[in-house]
C-alpha cells in the first residue's frame, strides 16, 4: 500500500466511522476500488488498526466526560454514597461493551473472512436503513443520558453486535438502539461514541499485536501510521458535525445516501466493474 491509498482511506475512516452509514463498508469498498485485496490480512488489519485514529478523536473531544466518568467509577467503587449518575454510566458502558468484545472474539475469523464481501454490504446498507427509519419513526426521545437504565446498557450492548456486518454501521446499530429505547437522539450519540473507545481500541490494539507480520509483508507500518493519523484528523471534524446534525435532524437522513450507495455498488458488481471479494 503506497502512502496516497492510506490517505485516501484515512479519510474515508474519519468521516465514515462515526456517522451512520458503515466505516467497515466504505473502507471496503475503497479498498476494491484502489485495487486492494479486502480478504488480505494485512489490509484487514489496517483497517481495524486506522480505526483507533478515529477512537482517539472521541478520547479528544470528549476528554473532559471521559476523566469525570472514570473517576467517578473509582470513587463509586470505594465508596457506596458516591454512587451517582456519572458512575452509573460509567458501568453501562463497560457492560455494553462485553457482548460486541465476546461475538467480535469469537466470530473473528468469520468477521475477517466471508462477512468481507461486497454483496453483504450492499444487503446491510439496505436492511439496517429500514431498522434506522423504525426507530426513528417509534422513537420516544424522553429520556437523556442521566436516566439511561441496566436494560438499556445491555439492550444497546446486543443490538452493537450487529455492526461487526459491514453495511451496518455501529453508530447506526447503538444510536438506533438508544432510540429504540427511548433516549434522546443526542443522549444516544454520545452513547454510541463512549461505546466505541473500549469496542474499537480492543479491535485495533488486537490486530496490531496479532499481524504485525501480515501489516509488514502487505501494507508497510509506514503507510498504516499515516492512515491512523489521518482518520484522527477527519474524525474529530466529523464528531462535532454529527453532534450538531443530531439536535436538528433524524439519523434517517442517512438512509437515502446509505441505499443510493448500495444502489451504486449493486449495479458495479452486477456488470462486473468490481468483484465482491
Request: hydrophobic content about 60%; charged content about 10%.
Amino acid at each position: 500500500m503506497n502512502l496516497l491509498q492510506a490517505i485516501i482511506l484515512g479519510v474515508v475512516e474519519g468521516i465514515t466511522e462515526f456517522l451512520p452509514v458503515s466505516s467497515t463498508g466504505h473502507l471496503t469498498i475503497a479498498e476494491k476500488l484502489l485495487g486492494l485485496h479486502v480478504n488480505d490480512k494485512g489490509v484487514t488489519a489496517f483497517t481495524a488498526i486506522i480505526q483507533v485514529g478515529a477512537i482517539i478523536a472521541v478520547i479528544v473531544y470528549f476528554w473532559r466526560d471521559i476523566v469525570r466518568l472514570i473517576a467517578a467509577w473509582f470513587r463509586g467503587l470505594a465508596n457506596r454514597n458516591a454512587r451517582g449518575a456519572d458512575y452509573r454510566l460509567a458501568w453501562f458502558v463497560i457492560i455494553g461493551t462485553i457482548p460486541v468484545g465476546i461475538v467480535g472474539f469469537l466470530g473473528r475469523h468469520f468477521i475477517s473472512g466471508p462477512l468481507r464481501n461486497l454483496w453483504v454490504v450492499v444487503v446491510a446498507l439496505v436492511v439496517w436503513s429500514a431498522v434506522m427509519w423504525f426507530a426513528e419513526r417509534v422513537a420516544l426521545k424522553q429520556r437523556n443520558e442521566t436516566k439511561m437504565n441496566l436494560t438499556d446498557a445491555v439492550f444497546i450492548g446486543i443490538v452493537q453486535c450487529f455492526s461487526l456486518v459491514p453495511g451496518v454501521s455501529r453508530s447506526g446499530a447503538t444510536i438506533s438502539a438508544g432510540l429504540l429505547r427511548g433516549l434522546d437522539r443526542v443522549a444516544a450519540t454520545r452513547i454510541s461514541f463512549f461505546l466505541s473507545i473500549p469496542a474499537l481500541v480492543a479491535a485495533g490494539g488486537f490486530e496490531a499485536l496479532t499481524s504485525a507480520s501480515d501489516i509488514s509483508a502487505s501494507v508497510g507500518w509506514g503507510a498504516t501510521i499515516v492512515g491512523t493519523i489521518v482518520s484522527l484528523v477527519i474524525a474529530y471534524v466529523s464528531i462535532a458535525w454529527l453532534l450538531r446534525l443530531v439536535q436538528r435532524h433524524p439519523i434517517s437522513v442517512f438512509i437515502w445516501y446509505r441505499v443510493a450507495l448500495a444502489i451504486v455498488v449493486a449495479a458495479l458488481l452486477a456488470f462486473g466493474v468490481i468483484s465482491a471479494t
